[in-house]
């Protein structure tokens, strides 16, 4: 889990918990992924920055120098992002405050803005196999290709693992929740955050627009209780959010922008098992991606497969001797849409084999005999239960993107109503959208009066944020 650490300003779960008072136990990861690729290409990404050049470069001695550049370019970005006090991008008085204080800092991330990794990659790097590895690494932060993924989010992943590391929370991710829910459940938090702090659980919630004004003034949950409020934030995805919670044809134009520019993600296939001990052999990594023999399959449905191994860090979340595994690749809803129920599970037993058996193959002999428990989602299941339109990932750029420039902020053309979430700056991923949290925040706070703000400078700043999306 990214944003776990205990030093810099890109630990943002360890900060939001420490906001309500918590603070929870968790295990370093000593390897963040093993990749397992094409023409044998075996490498792991060490904790130690040192240790992952290291290896990297035992692999493509000829490519040293580019491989040294193109990392250190990335740690530019990172570094000048870790030293600034991460606010609201959309807030003009902290924007120009940071600017005075490292303007180096912010001018180094204002020319990354509109660039891709992919690109940096190249002025460095000329091996396809090197380059086709770092499209795997930016795969597995954005489904896809380095071309298509914006610097900036690739320098926060690339870096963040060897910087503040990939931590676990003992109990599993599920902690995380359940310790901020009950952090804002304390008395002290709530004494702040008023009555409205209930925290509801599996209601589904539809907002409520005055649409004469085009403002929103609260939820109406599934359970037919109503919520007033001056502020609603939505994570929903933006295809949720507006197309769904918020009527398709009262679409803003934004939003209609924003969805020419991008399209949804695939969502994955994902088998959950419960397997004997003895398939894994010692020293197993927690976490596999695994592309056997042909880069071109990197992007297709079920060409890749992601594995995590949450029990070889945490071995209480499995009976003693047992390990859980999480297998999961991309496979879009269409391939599982207008299927009776019988051939709906027939197919969920096919595709799983299929994938176990790629498992099988490449990495654990003896897999299948070793699995006590198994469970498959489709993206059906993404769907249903994370309430995700088609069960995307989040969203993709439709053709090369400029970097980042096109992602909305939290404000929104409706008055009142914020988005967070992986639908907006700076994308997908844990720490990415724990960054989106804050900076909503901040600007909520700002509109609510609770920090300073200049009505000028923020229509100024709005405009000019919406233009620089246009050429996107
Ligand atoms: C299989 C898989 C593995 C991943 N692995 C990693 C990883 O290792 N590291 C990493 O950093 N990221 C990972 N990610 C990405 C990361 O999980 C997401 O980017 C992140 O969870 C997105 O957060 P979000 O808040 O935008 O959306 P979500 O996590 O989807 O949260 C939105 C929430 O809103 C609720 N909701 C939606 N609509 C409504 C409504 N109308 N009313 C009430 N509630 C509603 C949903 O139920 C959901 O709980 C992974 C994603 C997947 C699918």
Redesign the pocket.
Known sequence: M?GFSDKGNLNLITQALAAVGRKLEVIPDPTTVHFHLPNDLSVRIHREYDDFIEELVSKFPHEKEGIIKFYSECWKIFNSLNSLELKSLEEPIYLFGQFFKKPLECLTLAYYLPQNAGSIARKYIKDSGLLSFIDAECFIVSTVNALQTPMINASMVLCDRHFGGINYPVGGVGEIAKSLAKGLDDTEVRYFIGQMSQVSFW????LVIFYLSQHCVGVKLSDGRKFYAKTVVS??TRW?TFGK?LKAENLPKEEENFQKAYVKAPS?L?IHMGVKADVLPPDTDCHHFVLEDDWTNLEKPYGSIFLSIPTVLDSSLAPEGHHILHI?TTSSIEDWEGLSRKDYEAKKELVAERIISRLEKTLFPGLKSSILFKEVGTPKT?RRY???DSGT??PMPRGTPKGLLGMPFNTTAIDGLYCV??SCFPG????A?AFSGVMCAHRVAADLGFEKKSDVLDSALLRLLGWLRTLA
Request: glycine share 12%; proline share 0%; aromatic share 16%.
């Open positions: 990214f209601t589904m919630a539809k994570n929903a949720d919670l994955f994902s999961f993404h994370l309430a995700r990932y989040g979430g992986d997908q991923g844990v720490i959208v």
